[in-house]
């Protein structure tokens, strides 16, 4: 990469890159593409030679194949996917209580709605595209130790632990994707909200020897007052169990072969599958109060943590990523005002609080250990198969226009010539308008003088774009780059005010 020169010498910095992230999990990667994209000079420094080897995360859902598709993974990925038919919720006796289906076509996002994948291969995928941008540099083996906030710039010292040589740096912004622990939030004095759920459980991940149809595609939620327990079936011959630990268990012996297989044993013995990985986690459910103090920001678990009982984890740290790219690439560019940035966390943390809370109420029915409290647990659930629903929150107040539509993740449907719509689009705003009001975007676009590369207008041509704004009740609706509905007209006086209204007007220059 080219590396911009700059007066810092005063901070011990040679350099000053427009944005550096701390962390290339899978948020960072994430952010560190998106922000390629709109051309920024980014420099990731993370502290681990490789990519953790051991999957964690297991689901992904339609959004985040999403934000796949605008860096230019998604076609990569699609072959290392399955697609999850759904999770099935047993009692105390063994019965069905609740059979969760998911849609197994393609959804509203243009993806199927629920993925199963193996986290370092998305990783790996991540890196790799990282790569093909020359104006991202990736630090391995460089731990981030202090961060000092300037008028301008933050100051950014760091070790190279393969050496032990000590470095500095600078950027204009620094976004933590640092993980749970993640120093940067430290660093920032921003606290965490305890949303009251920390459990833990047994994850052991198994290489299956031979095929085993009958243990089958659908994650089982085992809600048995004895031992709660999970199963969720992974790609290729991968297979977890996700056992809760019990006031009797051992710590120093859970982990050893024979305390997994002797919980393993309704399932599989020894001589069907490898253990891959036991490893006992607390499942946290926090959210920090603070994503952002002046020029340092945190995103994915460093700004909030979620049990895994709904895949979502992950998946909140890429919509952080989405959410906070395009602000960080406009503020940068000089297109918004720095405050734009502040609608990063009052837009993302009610949306992210949400899941989280969704995922704590999922995870104390699941979690039942008394015996009586289950059996009423299981009447109730049969008599309310809907207690369990993906929530669809829309985002908290920002930089949409806060309607019915404003701020709820936009559909992605074919087009015309079979384009997917975000193909169409490019990483940018968009305007998708009915074809009898296309000439009176186009001129409402000249009036307003909205260059071309920061807004697409896309005729809804084909039959899913018009039923979608047939549901939106309107003629016309503005995208955010992220995907996002900004706000929605149905008329064509209504097109101009939407382009000029205020939650878009910074969005071109003028
Ligand atoms: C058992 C389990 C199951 C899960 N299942 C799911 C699921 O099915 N779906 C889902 O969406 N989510 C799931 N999750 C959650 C998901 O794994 C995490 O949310 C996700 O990995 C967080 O990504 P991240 O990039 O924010 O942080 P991390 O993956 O933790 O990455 C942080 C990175 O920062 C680096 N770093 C830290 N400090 C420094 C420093 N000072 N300097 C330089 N580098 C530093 C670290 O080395 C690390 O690489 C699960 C989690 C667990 C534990």
Redesign the pocket.
Known sequence: MTERHSPLRATGADTVHDVAL????????TLANLLALRGLQVLV????AD??RLP?????DGE?MRVFQTVGIADLMAPQLIVSPGMRFLGVDGSVLIDWQRPTDVGPQGWHPSYRFH?PSLEHTLREQLAQHANVTLRLR????ALDEHADHVAIR?EDTASGRLHATAARYVVG????????RRLMGTELEDLRSHER?L?VDVLLKNDRPDLGDHSIQYCDPRRPATY?RGVGTRRRW?LMLMPHDDLNTITRPESVWALLAPWLSPDEAELERP?V?T?HSVVARGWRRGRLMI????AH??P?FM???????IRDAANLAWKLADVLQGVAPDSLLDTYESERSPHVREFIEAAVRFGRVIQTTDPEEARRRDAEMSANPQIFVTPQPPLGPGTHDGGEFGGRVGEQPRLGDGKRLDDAIGYRYALLVAPALAGAATEAMRAAAIDAERLAIVIADSEPAQRWLAALNAQAVLLRPDRYVAGVASQAAEIARLLRSPCSSWAWPR
Do not use: K, N
């Open positions: 701390v962390g290339c999990g899978p948020t960072g990667a420094l993370e502290r681990e990519i953790y964690r995360a297991i689901h992904f985040s986290q460089h731990e981030v130790f760091y994707c640092d993980g749970a622990r993640s120093l940067v459980w994850v969720v996700e490893a986690y499942f995103a994915g678990d460093a943590q979620t895994p895949g979502q984890g992950m998946c909140a740290g």
